[in-house]
């Protein structure tokens, strides 16, 4: 695989940036591939080849590259300015439209990324109730904040282990309870009950394998919440995309505030934290200094929200369905080509969302994970970008022959691993 002007790109970039990366998780070793342009479900890379992108920018570009009606959207408003210090009539039809997705909804808020979302929904629920605690999922992904940077890593386990230089106080004040085990999370909870503002939770957390939340443990945290006054907080950046409504609504449950981002704006700079009129108030100042003051450069700019605006017009009922049924026609074919392969790896996800789960390492590596990587090389090598990690998604722009070509260079890369694992 020519991968030459990536490699120079590389050698580059190492000289003004710390490994020459700016997002680790576009980081691969040992070096990534540089991408040159995307058009609808194909990118092309620096070195000219095309793929299907399956990864979408982490899930983010629901509409594939440069879709022709956002391109539109966002040019028009590039053209009349690209922020102000005064709000934009496109901000109030774009809350609007968001505010119409979920009857939870009732006030929205912009921020720049879903990190800030995650950031400003937990510190509503703290403003909100008078609590320093948060309890999250242990092992799931929330972004970068330093409150829910704590057992995020997909490991699972109960310890509140913390990224380099967490600091205790920050760590002390976040608790981790297990995914869809009612009666050991009710335990975690009821322990801290009293210090408790929040219950952050992701509906589908993929970091610890994209399976969603079942309805008997989103019912036992509801009870919770109502019971002792804490928060249930829906963090949707990545699983909004499951259900036209979201995935609370999807998995029969309802949450305080919900955080929103990625395929809610489809490729500009995005982050929502939507909930509750009764919680959201912590932010409103036209009764005064608000509780949780919240600023941001780039909050609710017109460029964003007219990406948005378009992102949302183009994900009707019908679009979700279709992606839906294609990532379940992707999830049957990868668990077919496993099998035919006499591997145990799983295939989850729900709708246009899927992951391959590697749970053994076959002959000749030495652990899952370093099996995946090379799924993830010989991949692209035949013509798809997926995640290293096994994170896929659909988008609007594909139809059954990009899954059909998907299906089949799974399939081959799957041989060729495991042939160069026997070698
Ligand atoms: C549930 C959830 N909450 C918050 C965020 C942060 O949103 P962001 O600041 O807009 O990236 C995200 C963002 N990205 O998650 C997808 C994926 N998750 C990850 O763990 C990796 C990073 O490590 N491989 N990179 C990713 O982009 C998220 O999934």
């Given at each position: ?11 580059r ?5 710390p490994?020459?990366?700016s ?5 691969s070793?040992?070096y990534?591939?540089?991408?040159r ?8 890379d ?12 982490s899930?983010?570009?629901?509409h ?10 966002i ?6 300015g ?9 901000e109030?039809?774009?809350a ?7 009857a939870?909804?009732e ?12 950031m ?17 999922i ?10 829910v940077?704590?057992?995020n ?41 009293d ?8 509906p ?14 989103l ?10 006054g ?8 990545g ?18 505030i ?5 395929v809610?704006?489809?490729?500009m ?6 909930g ?23 909050n ?24 839906g049924?294609l ?23 729900l ?9 053994s ?8 994970a370093a ?40 399939s ?5 691993v ?5 070698a």
């Open positions: 695989m020519n991968t030459e002007k990536s490699a120079a790109l590389y050698a970039a190492v000289e003004v940036m490994g020459g990366n997002r680790t998780a576009v980081y070793s040992p990534p591939v540089y991408v342009s995307g058009s609808g479900a194909r990118v092309t620096v070195d000219g080849v095309e793929r299907i992108d399956f990864l979408n920018n899930t983010t570009l629901i594939g590259h440069a879709h022709p009606e956002m391109v539109e959207a040019a028009a408003a590039v053209g009349h690209t922020s102000f210090g005064m709000p934009t009539p496109v109030v039809e774009y609007e439209a968001l505010s119409a997705r979920n939870t909804f006030h929205v808020r912009f921020t720049s990324s879903g990190t800030e979302a995650v400003m929904a937990v510190q509503a629920a703290r403003a909100h109730t008078g609590r320093p605690k948060i309890a999250k242990a092992g799931a992904y929330h972004g970068a904040y330093d409150a940077a704590v057992n890593d997909g490991s699972g386990n109960l310890i509140s282990h913390a990224v380099t230089g967490n600091p205790e106080g920050v760590v002390s004040n976040t608790v981790v309870i297990p995914f869809n085990d009612p009666e050991g999370s009710l335990e975690v909870l009821r322990r801290h009950a210090e408790l503002a929040c219950v952050l939770i992701d589908v957390p993929w970091r610890i394998g994209l399976l969603p939340a079942s309805k008997e443990w019912d036992a945290l509801r009870e919770f919440c109502d019971t002792t804490a928060l249930l907080i829906s963090d949707e950046v699983s909004y995309r499951v259900g036209y409504h979201g995935a609370m609504e999807l998995l029969g449950a309802e949450a305080d919900t955080v929103l981002g990625k809610i704006a489809a490729g700079p995005i982050g929502a934290v939507a509750r009129r009764r919680f959201m108030g912590v932010f409103d100042p036209s009764k005064g200094k608000p509780a949780l003051p919240h600023s941001g450069s780039y609710a700019n017109p460029v964003s929200m007219s990406s948005g605006l378009a992102s949302l017009r183009l994900l009707t009922p019908e679009a979700h369905e279709r992606i049924l990532g379940e026609q992707a999830r049957v074919a990868m668990r077919g080509a496993l099998a035919d392969a006499g591997l145990d790896w799983e295939v989850n996800g709708g246009s969302l899927f992951r391959v789960v590697a749970t390492a076959p002959a000749g590596y030495d652990s899952s099996a995946m990587k090379a799924l993830y090389w010989k991949l692209l090598e035949n013509g798809i970008h997926v995640g290293d990690s096994g994170l896929g998604c659909i988008s609007t722009p594909m139809g059954e022959e990009e899954v059909a070509e998907y299906a089949a260079a799974f081959t890369s799957l041989d060729q495991l042939a160069e694992g026997r």
